[in-house]
């Protein structure tokens, strides 16, 4: 009898037993073992806060980083190597996020710290948006790593488990992996766009937009409600800095304090025009100093042009270059 149960059992749970060792053999999401470096992240769905960390954690011995860019993905177009001339440092490191949290930042100070790392210059790119994710709602692509945010290893993972197994993650990823076709329907589980990661600085970089704009920018900035018109009002925004984040403005300032950084902060040029709420301001001049600050929110000469964006998230580069050689500007 019991014999007859164990077989029925053993029946009933070999498809769950068997995605798990799919699990465990592909790791999908790159996690479970190390990796030198991550190429690209197309049809995929790798957590950008993990490569940051392990890239660190593979490169830091040979290069001991100094130079840091935080922020989240709008950051990415402030490429490391072109950061490095205005600081005179060949190996910048990119140390960013998708929807990067101000503790997020908060604590990727402090584990640069625990490495041994003295921070001679960082740059953090801000917006609106760091201060109104939380790193606990966060799913498996944007969850911090566990070793520096300190959450515990298996409350990481178990994250990354139920995401494979949940609205048929496994479906698209099994589906791609053995056809090598990308379908329509994927673009719910896996990443549509070409996106390449650069070796050593850890730039990333959106080959996709990159490609299509060169092969015809006009039909690219003309797609069908691809870019939404905007009120040429002033969008002021409602406070944005919750009091509880306050602790993390400290521990940001300390670790800037103890290193003797020198550092910039930029509240970047979304396409949304909507201005950094003054009483958000206030804050960061209270805790970092105004001459550290440069704001380039709302309306201006950045904002208004579409073709300054790959889209209504990301400007580009060039608007990045733009403002470094602006704020690094000899006075």
């Not at 007859?4 to 798990?20: A, D, G, T, V, Y």
């Not at 670790?255 to 804050?283: A, R, V």
């Amino acid at each position: 009898m019991l014999r007859k149960f164990s077989i029925k059992l053993c029946l009933f749970l070999s498809p769950l037993i068997f995605l798990l060792i799919g699990y465990l053999i592909t790791d999908p999401f790159k996690i479970i073992r190390t990796y030198e470096a991550y190429p690209d992240n197309f049809a995929k769905s790798l957590n950008r806060d993990r490569i940051s960390t392990q890239i660190f954690l593979n490169n830091n011995k040979q290069y001991n980083y100094k130079s840091f860019i935080f922020g989240s993905s709008r950051s990415s177009v402030f490429y490391a190597r072109e950061w490095g001339k205005h600081i005179n440092d060949e190996t910048p490191y990119h140390f960013d996020a998708s929807c990067e949290t101000i503790s997020g930042v908060a604590t990727k100070l402090k584990f640069i710290e625990s490495k041994g790392n003295k921070i001679d210059h960082a740059l953090f790119v801000f917006d609106r948006s760091l201060f109104n994710y939380e790193q606990d709602t966060l799913g498996s692509v944007f969850v911090q790593d566990y070793r520096v945010s300190g959450l515990d290893w298996w409350k990481y993972h178990t994250i990354f488990v139920n995401t494979y197994f949940s609205k048929g993650f496994f479906v698209a990823f099994y589906d791609n992996l053995l056809t090598g076709n990308f379908r329509n329907y994927m673009k719910q589980f896996l990443e549509f766009r070409k996106i390449n990661y650069t070796p050593v600085v850890n730039d990333f970089i959106f080959t996709s937009y990159i490609e299509q704009i060169k092969k015809d920018s006009i039909g690219y900035y003309n797609q069908p409600d691809f870019f939404y018109k905007r009120s040429k009002a002033k969008n002021l925004q409602p406070t944005a800095i919750k009091p509880y984040q306050l602790k993390y403005l400290e521990m940001i300032k300390e670790s800037l304090k103890k290193n003797n950084t020198k550092f910039k902060i930029i509240l970047g040029p979304t396409y949304d025009q909507h201005y950094f709420n003054q009483q958000d301001l206030d804050i960061l001049i209270k805790y970092f100093g105004k001459e550290s600050i440069y704001d380039f929110s709302g309306i201006n000469e950045y904002t208004e042009n579409i073709a300054n964006y790959y889209e209504i998230y990301h400007y580009k580069p060039s608007v990045a270059n733009a403002i470094m050689n602006r704020i690094y500007a000899t006075k």
